[in-house]
């Protein structure tokens, strides 16, 4: 492993120091949502980590709010792992997993003298926590006998109270300067089913107390979070010490992902989803994992990306555009090359017969392993109606009326008519083409303009999703509501027309559209009498900076 940020030069001493064999790292999701792109940070970390030294990282899920977890939520982070090319140690495992020794670890510690059953409610317990300038105050129950808890924690556990009527709290300090060692609440009443366990528990155990835990039972080695967390270090560290568990994880922090123009937070991408705002979490708009590989991210992309955000303990904004920047670099020297026509015009080439001409060309000029591909030139094509105009601007290199023009792979062509419908709109054009003028150049002039083309009679019919960003904010969440900056032009259907190479793309095929950008054939509804692409990413950053 290399020494490439400060938790992996931690990790090489720690081994070299022979603390450990191996480092055993974690990823442990919430299934409360599907995993999005600060998600991909962590998780290249730490299964980086166990791939880079030899080690094992497992997956855990954190599952100790049942009422808003799901199997679908699960089943989702397994594939969103699996797909970016990881590999979970062993079994997956469940905070839920754990729950019976989670159960006696709190006997133990009431035993010790070290938690009590407060019943104050919830509200008298979150007045009395105090604040960064004031100590907070004792709870009237906090010198209940260890009998007295026991019993009552009991009581908590077989349903005789009802939710919030008391909680279980470790017993540390009220006065200290860090809230969460006064007093933290351990347990709390909930009376509802567990994905993983069913009503077998009316008492769930709470974040702070079942994660530290939960490393150790793994012995994790080190167990890696974001800075949020640093304050919580505290506890974690005074439970395990004051448990003895066998081993102790040590707990390290560094800042978490934050990238612009998009938001990273499950709550706010659940409402998005939930408010139908986009079409479900894969929704191609969406930062999620899932959404990301839907517009044709690849794996690739998202760990080259997350290998040059680095980690380091400083907070900062991330550029959505370098994320572009990797998708576009990994697809340029993967993606091959097909024509794609957005918004045809029809053009007929009045010199040349009813007769296919098969014209051939490499799927990517790079690539000569990826093959060739059949063009068939007709009669009848299509160009796009961006590439023609009556009016032109100074500097236009495409096609102008009595001006020529290459088809890409093809022939130079003129244009010598305008056919207008009733409304004055154009509707075709009539071209003659340089039939001397295959893979050469014409001549005695200089052809400077190369557009894309596609057989009116032999191409297919396609629908393509430009998708754009879906915040038009640099920072979503800086206002009072963060959809108040939706892009409504984040999505874009088009009626297109493409080579008939593609006619058998299958889901997650990605290509480049010459001039125009990458692209995905949809993963769920991309099929061989539909086809369906997705607009992953333009050719050039056309949102500058
Ligand atoms: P959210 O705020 O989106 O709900 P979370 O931290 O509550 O995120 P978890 O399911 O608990 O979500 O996250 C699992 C792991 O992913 C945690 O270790 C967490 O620190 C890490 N993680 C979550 N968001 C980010 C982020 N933006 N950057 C880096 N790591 C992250
Ligand atoms: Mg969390
Ligand atoms: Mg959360």
Same mark, same amino acid.
């Given at each position: 492993m290399e020494a490439k940020d400060f938790i992996r030069s931690h990790i090489i001493e720690d081994l070299a120091a022979g603390k450990h064999t191996k480092a055993v790292t974690r990823f442990p999701p919430e299934p409360n949502g599907y995993l999005h792109i600060g998600h991909a940070k962590s998780i290249c970390l730490n299964f980086g980590i166990a791939v880079e030294s030899q080690g094992d990282c497992h997956l855990r899920?954190?599952?100790?709010n049942p009422e808003k977890e799901s199997q679908e939520y699960i089943d989702a982070i397994k594939r969103d792992v699996t797909w970016m090319g990881f590999q979970w140690a062993g079994q997956v495992r469940?905070?839920?997993?754990y729950f019976d020794a989670l159960y006696d670890f709190a006997l133990q510690l009431i035993q010790m003298g070290k938690a009590y059953v407060d019943s104050q409610t919830p509200e008298q317990i979150q007045q009395t926590r105090g604040s960064f300038t004031e100590a907070g105050k004792n709870s009237p129950?906090?010198?209940?006998?260890v009998e007295e808890n026991l019993a009552l924690f009991e009581k908590m556990r077989l349903g005789e109270f009802a939710e919030g009527e008391c909680v279980l709290r470790a017993?540390?300090?009220?006065?200290?300067?860090?809230?969460?060692?006064?007093?933290?609440?351990?347990y709390r009443i909930k009376k509802v089913a567990h994905h993983?366990?069913?009503?077998?528990?009316?008492i769930y155990p709470m974040y702070d107390y079942t994660h530290p835990i939960s490393d150790a039972l793994e012995y994790i080695t080190h167990s890696l979070c974001t800075l949020e967390f640093e304050d919580h270090r505290p506890f974690y560290d005074w439970l395990l010490d004051t448990l003895g568990t066998p081993a102790h994880p040590q707990q390290i922090e560094f800042s978490r992902l934050n990238l612009n123009y998009t938001v990273t937070s499950k709550r706010k991408l659940k409402k998005l989803v939930d408010e139908h705002l986009?079409?479900?979490?894969?929704?191609?708009?969406?930062?999620t994992i899932a959404g990301l590989r839907r517009r044709g991210y690849t794996p690739e992309s998202l760990r080259d990306f997350c290998e040059r955000i680095g980690i380091t303990k400083s907070d900062g904004v991330v550029d959505f555009g370098l994320l572009e920047f990797c998708i576009r670099n990994h697809l340029e020297n993967t993606a091959p090359r097909a024509m794609a026509v957005l918004n045809p015009l029809k053009v007929v080439?009045?010199?040349?017969?009813e007769a296919t001409l098969a014209l051939t060309s490499a799927r990517h000029p790079n690539l000569p392993e990826l093959g060739e591909r059949e063009i068939p030139f007709t009669k009848e094509i299509y160009i796009d109606a961006?590439?023609?105009? !009556?009016?032109?601007?100074?500097?236009?290199?495409r096609l102008v009326v009595g001006g020529e023009v290459r088809l890409r792979h093809c022939y130079v062509i003129r244009c010598d008519e305008v056919i207008k419908n009733e409304a004055g709109e154009i509707v075709e054009l009539r071209c003659s083409a340089d039939l001397n003028t295959l893979g050469k150049n014409p001549e005695g002039r200089k052809v400077k303009g190369v557009i894309q083309w596609v057989s009116a009679t032999l191409g297919m019919p396609a629908e393509i999703r430009l998708y754009d960003r879906l915040?038009?904010?640099?920072?979503? !969440?800086?206002?009072?509501?963060?959809?108040?900056?939706?892009?409504?032009?984040?999505l874009t259907v088009v009626q297109a027309v493409v080579e008939?190479?593609?006619?058998n793309a299958q889901p997650e !095929?990605?290509?480049?559209f010459e001039r125009e950008g990458y692209f995905v054939a949809d993963l769920v509804d991309c099929k061989p009498n539909r086809l369906v692409f997705n607009r992953t990413v333009g050719l050039r950053d056309s949102w500058g900076g």
């Amino acid at each position: 492993m290399e020494a490439k940020d400060f938790i992996r030069s931690h990790i090489i001493e720690d081994l070299a120091a022979g603390k450990h064999t191996k480092a055993v790292t974690r990823f442990p999701p919430e299934p409360n949502g599907y995993l999005h792109i600060g998600h991909a940070k962590s998780i290249c970390l730490n299964f980086g980590i166990a791939v880079e030294s030899q080690g094992d990282c497992h997956l855990r899920f954190d599952d100790t709010n049942p009422e808003k977890e799901s199997q679908e939520y699960i089943d989702a982070i397994k594939r969103d792992v699996t797909w970016m090319g990881f590999q979970w140690a062993g079994q997956v495992r469940y905070a839920s997993d754990y729950f019976d020794a989670l159960y006696d670890f709190a006997l133990q510690l009431i035993q010790m003298g070290k938690a009590y059953v407060d019943s104050q409610t919830p509200e008298q317990i979150q007045q009395t926590r105090g604040s960064f300038t004031e100590a907070g105050k004792n709870s009237p129950y906090r010198e209940r006998s260890v009998e007295e808890n026991l019993a009552l924690f009991e009581k908590m556990r077989l349903g005789e109270f009802a939710e919030g009527e008391c909680v279980l709290r470790a017993k540390i300090d009220m006065a200290s300067g860090n809230i969460n060692l006064r007093d933290p609440v351990l347990y709390r009443i909930k009376k509802v089913a567990h994905h993983q366990t069913g009503d077998k528990w009316l008492i769930y155990p709470m974040y702070d107390y079942t994660h530290p835990i939960s490393d150790a039972l793994e012995y994790i080695t080190h167990s890696l979070c974001t800075l949020e967390f640093e304050d919580h270090r505290p506890f974690y560290d005074w439970l395990l010490d004051t448990l003895g568990t066998p081993a102790h994880p040590q707990q390290i922090e560094f800042s978490r992902l934050n990238l612009n123009y998009t938001v990273t937070s499950k709550r706010k991408l659940k409402k998005l989803v939930d408010e139908h705002l986009v079409n479900g979490w894969d929704d191609p708009r969406m930062p999620t994992i899932a959404g990301l590989r839907r517009r044709g991210y690849t794996p690739e992309s998202l760990r080259d990306f997350c290998e040059r955000i680095g980690i380091t303990k400083s907070d900062g904004v991330v550029d959505f555009g370098l994320l572009e920047f990797c998708i576009r670099n990994h697809l340029e020297n993967t993606a091959p090359r097909a024509m794609a026509v957005l918004n045809p015009l029809k053009v007929v080439i009045t010199n040349v017969e009813e007769a296919t001409l098969a014209l051939t060309s490499a799927r990517h000029p790079n690539l000569p392993e990826l093959g060739e591909r059949e063009i068939p030139f007709t009669k009848e094509i299509y160009i796009d109606a961006a590439d023609f105009s !009556e009016n032109p601007p100074k500097g236009y290199k495409r096609l102008v009326v009595g001006g020529e023009v290459r088809l890409r792979h093809c022939y130079v062509i003129r244009c010598d008519e305008v056919i207008k419908n009733e409304a004055g709109e154009i509707v075709e054009l009539r071209c003659s083409a340089d039939l001397n003028t295959l893979g050469k150049n014409p001549e005695g002039r200089k052809v400077k303009g190369v557009i894309q083309w596609v057989s009116a009679t032999l191409g297919m019919p396609a629908e393509i999703r430009l998708y754009d960003r879906l915040f038009n904010q640099p920072d979503p !969440e800086a206002g009072d509501n963060f959809l108040d900056c939706i892009n409504p032009d984040a999505l874009t259907v088009v009626q297109a027309v493409v080579e008939p190479s593609l006619a058998n793309a299958q889901p997650e !095929e990605r290509f480049q559209f010459e001039r125009e950008g990458y692209f995905v054939a949809d993963l769920v509804d991309c099929k061989p009498n539909r086809l369906v692409f997705n607009r992953t990413v333009g050719l050039r950053d056309s949102w500058g900076g």
